[in-house]
């Protein structure tokens, strides 16, 4: 029985598919933990459910995109990788576990479009280009990316149609992505499993923002920059509170609200 992680894009969908994979695909069989130290019922109920389930992460598909990394080293395109496919439609076996995670679409379209300009070169006369886009960058960019940003949440819903309820966990981002136990706990009660504190503690020093903000630094400069084996980007987190409504000016709400209607009515009922 697979976990099938899905999400509309920058929906904190790197951060909960490293985690999922830990708990269910690495952590069983990890020299990192000496599960002997686990209570009898801690550890029947945690091996008995990763026996169940493996984690898949929708991220690749079988077409290759060539040449859309900038090597480090180099400062060339070089190699590719394979073309996300966890944002669009697939038919799920019904017995599966379909995972999904909600982010404020205003905040997922800031933090798109951030990455998006991150791949602008600087002007050679100004190198010391803000990592964050201008209020017009933000504005040419807003109702392209809103549109997108609609467009996979339509294929979210479809899928969330289709597929039995019991057999569908839903996330708020925002209640997760600072709060690791609230994950934890949360998925203990889904899954019926009891993640022990050694696995907690890893996972809160591996992928807290501080460690992955570091971690990023190391992959490159640019979001063009990426790590095959985590999926992480080169500025790939900045803040995770992207605030919206600090940022974005009244003229570019009016463009992309009722484009993101029904999805920020859908984030607000979570």
């Given at each position: 029985m697979?976990i099938?992680?899905?999400g509309?894009?920058?929906?904190?969908?790197?951060?909960?598919?490293?985690?999922l994979?830990h708990?269910?695909?690495?952590a069983?069989?990890?020299?990192k933990?000496?599960?002997?130290?686990f209570?009898?019922?801690?550890?029947?109920?945690?091996?008995?459910?990763?026996s169940?389930?493996?984690?898949?992460?929708?991220f690749f598909?079988?077409e290759?995109?060539v040449?859309?990394i900038?090597?480090?080293?180099?400062?060339?395109?070089?190699?590719?990788?394979?073309?996300?496919?966890?944002h669009?439609?697939?038919?799920l076996?019904?017995n599966?576990?379909l995972?999904?995670?909600?982010?404020?679409?205003?905040d997922?379209?800031?933090?798109?479009?951030?990455?998006?300009?991150?791949k602008i070169?600087?002007?050679p006369?100004?190198?010391w280009?803000?990592?964050f886009?201008?209020?017009?960058?933000i504005?040419?960019?807003?109702?392209?990316?809103a549109e997108?940003?609609?467009?996979?949440?339509n294929?979210m819903?479809?899928?969330?149609?289709e597929?039995?309820?019991n057999?569908t966990l839903?996330?708020k981002?925002?209640?997760y992505?600072?709060?690791?136990?609230?994950l934890?706990?949360l998925?203990?009660?889904?899954?019926?499993?009891?993640?022990?504190v050694?696995?907690?503690?890893?996972?809160?020093?591996q992928?807290?923002?501080?460690s992955t903000?570091?971690?990023q630094k190391?992959?490159?400069?640019?979001?063009?920059?990426?790590c095959?084996?985590?999926?992480?980007h080169?500025?790939h987190?900045y803040?995770?509170d992207n605030k919206w409504n600090?940022?974005?000016?009244?003229?570019i709400?009016?463009?992309?609200?009722?484009?993101?209607?029904?999805?920020?009515?859908?984030?607000?009922?979570?």
């Amino acid at each position: 029985m697979e976990i099938i992680q899905k999400g509309v894009m920058r929906s904190g969908n790197v951060l909960l598919r490293l985690i999922l994979n830990h708990i269910f695909n690495e952590a069983p069989n990890s020299e990192k933990y000496n599960l002997n130290n686990f209570t009898d019922i801690d550890k029947r109920a945690f091996l008995n459910t990763v026996s169940q389930y493996k984690h898949s992460y929708r991220f690749f598909s079988e077409e290759a995109m060539v040449g859309h990394i900038i090597s480090k080293t180099t400062g060339k395109k070089e190699g590719g990788y394979l073309n996300p496919k966890m944002h669009s439609y697939e038919k799920l076996e019904k017995n599966n576990i379909l995972i999904i995670p909600w982010r404020d679409p205003r905040d997922n379209m800031i933090s798109f479009i951030r990455t998006e300009y991150s791949k602008i070169p600087p002007n050679p006369m100004f190198p010391w280009k803000n990592k964050f886009p201008t209020l017009d960058y933000i504005k040419q960019s807003c109702k392209k990316t809103a549109e997108e940003q609609i467009e996979q949440f339509n294929i979210m819903i479809k899928m969330l149609k289709e597929h039995p309820k019991n057999n569908t966990l839903e996330l708020k981002y925002e209640n997760y992505h600072n709060d690791f136990d609230y994950l934890f706990n949360l998925l203990e009660e889904y899954f019926k499993i009891k993640i022990v504190v050694d696995i907690r503690d890893y996972l809160k020093a591996q992928f807290n923002k501080e460690s992955t903000t570091q971690f990023q630094k190391r992959v490159g400069d640019t979001f063009n920059n990426f790590c095959n084996k985590s999926h992480v980007h080169g500025e790939h987190v900045y803040k995770g509170d992207n605030k919206w409504n600090e940022i974005l000016t009244p003229e570019i709400l009016d463009i992309i609200n009722p484009i993101l209607d029904p999805y920020i009515k859908k984030w607000e009922s979570l």
